[in-house]
């Protein structure tokens, strides 16, 4: 196998290097500049229904959602970041669900074929754990992995209660590290986003496995 044959065959893995690297390289030349004084000073400045808005909006069109879940563990500290991100949750699942019942159903299965993403094919005696693993794997975008299950024939009732709750328990590693920013050394922040990077490629890694055993893939 030829090395351009390898690098086409893990593009994503490839990729997420790459923006691994640029995100080290433009975190290291504003090592000066970012602190945790500068940090907590940007998350408290946001107006707070701006922040709210975008919390609740942004993550529904794909924008990551990490950083803003970081935010609201730093103004509202980790239980009150938590008990936000956890309505947001299931706020998130209840909009996919009617978007992708409604008049964006074609538009939203079409933009995710585009990108790759395949809707799965869910016996219904497997729907809750199924949607509940579904949740929990690393892999697919938080947005494409809601609209792609909701895509399906699982009823809201399951895919709201096996799903969100599962969306809410990752929120405690980007809340967590948000409320606990003023304890934290410069390192700590790099050590996060290296593992948050580190996590995608994983995922990548284990559709690909998955692909080649001959699993129905759920992306």
Same mark, same amino acid.
């Given at each position: 196998?030829? #090395?351009?044959?390898?690098?086409?065959?893990?593009?994503?893995?490839?990729?997420?290097?790459?923006?691994?690297?640029?995100?080290?390289?433009?975190?290291?030349?504003?090592?000066?500049?970012? @602190? %945790?004084?500068?940090?907590?000073?940007?998350?408290?400045?946001?107006?707070? !229904?701006?922040?709210?808005?975008?919390?609740?909006?942004?993550?529904?069109?794909?924008?990551?959602?990490?950083? #803003?879940?970081?935010?609201?563990?730093?103004?509202?500290?980790?239980?009150?970041?938590?008990?936000?991100?956890?309505?947001?949750?299931?706020?998130?699942?209840?909009?996919?669900?009617?978007?992708?019942? !409604?008049?964006? %159903?074609?538009?939203? %299965?079409?933009?995710?074929?585009?990108?790759? =993403?395949?809707?799965?094919?869910? @016996?219904?005696?497997?729907?809750?754990?199924?949607?509940?693993?579904?949740?929990?794997?690393?892999?697919?975008?938080?947005?494409?992995?809601? =609209?792609? #299950?909701?895509?399906?024939?699982?009823?809201?009732?399951?895919?709201?209660?096996?799903?969100?709750?599962?969306?809410?328990?990752?929120?405690?590693?980007?809340? !967590?590290?948000?409320?606990?920013? @003023?304890?934290?050394?410069?390192?700590?922040?790099?050590?996060?986003?290296?593992?948050?990077?580190?996590?995608?490629?994983?995922?990548? #890694?284990?559709?690909?496995?998955?692909?080649?055993?001959?699993?129905?893939?759920?992306?």
């Amino acid at each position: 196998m030829t #090395l351009a044959t390898h690098i086409r065959q893990h593009k994503k893995l490839v990729a997420a290097f790459f923006l691994l690297a640029a995100a080290g390289a433009v975190l290291w030349s504003y090592r000066d500049h970012v @602190d %945790r004084e500068s940090i907590v000073a940007f998350a408290e400045g946001l107006p707070l !229904g701006l922040y709210l808005a975008a919390l609740l909006v942004l993550p529904l069109v794909g924008f990551p959602i990490s950083p #803003l879940l970081a935010v609201a563990g730093i103004r509202f500290g980790f239980a009150g970041g938590m008990a936000l991100a956890t309505g947001v949750m299931f706020l998130h699942n209840i909009a996919a669900f009617r978007l992708t019942h !409604g008049w964006f %159903r074609e538009r939203l %299965r079409n933009r995710l074929a585009r990108a790759g =993403y395949a809707v799965p094919s869910i @016996d219904p005696k497997h729907q809750v754990w199924f949607t509940a693993l579904f949740a929990a794997i690393h892999g697919p975008p938080y947005a494409a992995k809601l =609209y792609l #299950l909701a895509l399906t024939d699982v009823p809201l009732r399951i895919y709201l209660w096996a799903g969100a709750p599962i969306y809410a328990l990752f929120c405690v590693i980007p809340v !967590g590290a948000g409320s606990a920013v @003023d304890t934290l050394k410069p390192w700590v922040i790099y050590v996060l986003v290296g593992t948050s990077v580190a996590l995608l490629a994983v995922g990548v #890694l284990l559709k690909r496995k998955w692909k080649c055993c001959g699993v129905d893939d759920a992306d």
